[in-house]
């Protein structure tokens, strides 16, 4: 029941910046940490940027310094501020969370995914 809604995918140039946002709904009592995976081409699904509940991040050595989360918790929703894009960041980006619904303690939800384009 628990659904996460992208936005924000879109093309952008070599340096350019994107804003993506996730937002959860459906049940959910409390978020415990949201974030973003990226899967680009012929490659696997990879850790961009969590943060938890209480404002602590965790980046990937790739996107760190350029990339930016932050979550709303009285929203229930999580955003990435992604600056000085690099080729290499063209993926399709999925948001996550692990949440307490009504009747679930915790579990890991997924978003479908927004694509991120960014040309040479």
């Known amino acids: 029941q628990v659904q996460l809604v992208e936005s924000g995918g879109d093309t952008a140039q070599r340096g350019g910046s994107l804003r993506l946002s996730c937002a959860a709904s459906?049940?959910?009592?409390?978020?415990?940490?949201m974030g973003w995976y990226r899967r680009a081409p012929g490659k696997e699904r990879e850790l961009v940027a969590t943060?938890?509940?209480?404002?602590?991040?965790n980046y990937r050595d790739s996107v760190q310094g350029r990339f930016t989360i932050s979550i709303d918790n009285a929203k229930n929703t999580v955003s990435l501020e992604m600056n000085s894009l690099k080729p290499e960041d063209t993926a399709v980006y999925y948001c996550?969370?692990?949440?307490?619904?009504?009747?679930?303690?915790?579990?890991?939800?997924w978003g479908k995914g927004t694509q991120v384009t960014v040309s040479s």
């Open positions: 943060i938890t509940s209480d404002g602590t991040t």
């Open positions: 996550y969370t692990e949440a307490r619904t009504g009747y679930i303690y915790n579990m890991a939800y």
């Open positions: 459906g049940g959910i009592f409390k978020i415990n940490v």
